[in-house]
């Protein structure tokens, strides 16, 4: 069983920065893939930043390019999501999501929807005000 759970959230103005924090102990895996997924009220969950782990290459959902940073420390197991330039849209409760299935590139991890990762934390507020 793994258990991930998230802090760090909280309510910003526009243009502000914020980072989260993941905390992984029980992710023994070395590989597998792992997300931050967001979810605003009244829309679907969103993948924000897949990773593989294992490997240094992340991606970035289009509406969080330039501005969002993911980052996985394997020897603390902590997941990071460094958010910067936030605006009101960025608005969601964030939750970082693991999945420890093998996955055999980074493009696998950006494939998979809410529905494929099997383990997820409590999730953490974020608000941002105009």
């Known amino acids: 069983q793994v258990e991930l759970v998230e802090s760090g959230g909280g309510s910003v103005q526009a243009g502000g920065s914020l980072r989260l924090s993941c905390a992984a102990s029980?992710?023994?895996?070395?590989?597998?893939?792992m997300n931050w997924f967001r979810q605003a009220p009244g829309k679907e969950r969103e993948g924000v930043s897949p990773?593989?782990?294992?490997?240094?290459?992340?991606y970035l959902a289009n509406s969080v390019k330039g501005r969002f940073t993911i980052a996985y420390d394997r020897p603390t197991k902590m997941l990071y999501l460094e958010m910067n330039s936030l605006k009101p849209e960025d608005t969601a409760v964030y939750y970082c999501?693991?999945?420890?299935?093998?996955?055999?590139?980074?493009?696998?991890?950006?494939?998979?929807?809410?529905?494929?990762?099997?383990?997820w934390g409590q999730g953490t507020q974020v608000t941002v005000s105009s």
């Open positions: 999501a693991a999945d420890p299935a093998w996955a055999d590139s980074g493009y696998t991890c950006l494939s998979k929807s809410a529905a494929d990762f099997a383990y």
């Open positions: 990773k593989r782990v294992g490997y240094i290459t992340t």
């Open positions: 029980t992710y023994t895996y070395s590989s597998g893939c």
